[in-house]
């Protein structure tokens, strides 16, 4: 078996219970930091999720059967870390809620990632990413008055509220942990973290900054903080919002004479039609040559050219071989661990975390019945 490289997290082991993209990429962190990750699939658990499954080993294991459960208690008992994204109740009433497992190993953090959180009106109800904006007011806050507000992929609520809120509420539990010895149960609603991160713009609001949907400073009207499309097609970004930015971007594209006042809406029209027109004499990455540090331009990037930009080379691990998932900033304090290319280590794994052999032989015969985990690399397209 592969073990955690080094990292912050290093000797933390961390028990996933969790499917689909917010949980997973909160274990991949944690991975990255350097925790021993083991995803827990099968039945009820669903399967990992190849993209996000670099540095964790896994297992497969059957909660609808007693040797499950007896199992993944074996587990819990040696963790630091359940992570679990089922609708609330579901792991109680197969037996293996926060009562029980905290019984079992008091210093376990369990955390508990859904969309709406453990108590509410809405804490049963299914939903996605889309969901989780709509009723936070994201939603009401993108894209044209007039046209169907558009979701940024499932970046906010599920990568961003959902798996870094997770990530981040695990690493206080166990920050409290090594003052108290205790764990805790953190419940990590995605509802709750994209509120967190709404804060500043719900106080703006209904003000100048953004009086409405489709106006204000950042919606995509201000002439200054919005995309163009240039000669070839393709599109830049601007971001001048202060003046000095605003006024190197004015020099960059050429405009005569002294810029306008860009912060006064009554001259936005008028400028926007200038910028369009100036954009589209030149291609894309003729303007990113031009663009000095100052003037707040950048090309817009499609997923497969990211790696080939310059910065990217210069950060990001290159080759035809580096898998998506391993395209992650390398930073001092975030150490990834290698890809596993075991494949499932149920029996490894379980024998190790010492469950009695009787219970080993059965979970593992069960497991032809089981759905197993395809961890395949690169996933198929």
């Known amino acids: 078996m592969t073990g955690p490289g080094p990292g912050a997290l290093a000797g933390v082991r961390v028990v996933d219970l969790s499917r689909n993209a917010p949980g997973p990429y909160a274990s991949m962190l944690l991975a990255r930091l350097g925790a021993d990750v083991v995803t827990v699939a099968g039945g009820r658990t669903g399967e990992a999720l190849p993209e996000l499954s670099a540095g964790k080993r896994h297992l ?6 007693g040797d499950g459960i007896r199992a993944l ?3 819990v008992v040696g963790a630091d870390v359940l992570l679990e994204s089922f609708r609330p109740g579901v792991l109680d009433r197969l037996g293996v809620g926060y009562e029980r497992l905290s019984a079992l190993n008091p210093r376990l953090v369990y955390c ?15 939903g996605h990413d889309i969901n989780y904006l709509a009723v936070t007011g994201v939603l009401g806050c993108l894209g044209p008055a007039d046209e169907p507000a558009v979701p940024p992929i499932n970046l906010v609520a599920d990568m961003g509220g959902g798996g870094l809120w997770a990530a981040f509420g695990i690493l206080a539990a166990l920050h409290e942990r090594a003052r108290t010895g205790r764990g805790r149960f953190v419940d990590a609603s995605m509802v709750d973290g994209v509120l967190s991160m709404m804060g500043t ?11 409405a949907r ?10 200054f903080y919005r995309c163009y499309r240039c000669a070839d097609g393709e599109w830049v970004a ?8 605003f006024l190197e971007l004015w020099r960059v594209v050429g405009l005569p004479g002294d810029p306008p006042d860009h912060l006064d809406p009554t001259h936005w029209p008028d400028l926007a039609a200038r910028l369009e027109a100036v954009f589209a004499t030149r291609g894309r990455d003729e303007w990113a040559a031009l663009a000095s540090d100052e003037c707040c331009l950048t090309l817009v990037l499609s997923p497969d050219e990211v790696r080939h930009h310059p910065h990217h080379r210069d950060r990001l691990p290159q080759g035809d071989d580096v898998a998506p998932a391993e395209l992650f900033p390398r930073v001092d304090w975030l150490t990834a661990n290698p890809w596993t290319a075991d494949g499932d280590e149920t029996e490894a794994i379980l024998r190790s975390s010492g469950l009695d052999e009787d219970t080993l032989t059965r979970v593992v015969a069960a497991l032809a019945s089981v759905p197993r985990p395809e961890l395949a690399w690169p996933p198929a397209r």
């Open 73 to 75: 208690e074996t587990l």
């Open 214 to 223: 489709g106006e204000g400073l950042m919606s995509g009207k201000a002439p």
């Open 60 to 65: 497969t294991l059957d909660l609808r059967s």
């Open 201 to 211: 713009w719900t106080t703006a609001w209904g003000t100048s900054i953004m009086p």
């Open 112 to 126: 508990a990632l859904t969309g709406y959180g453990q108590h509410g009106p809405l804490r049963a109800a299914a």
């Open 238 to 245: 601007v971001g001048a919002i202060e003046p000095r930015f």
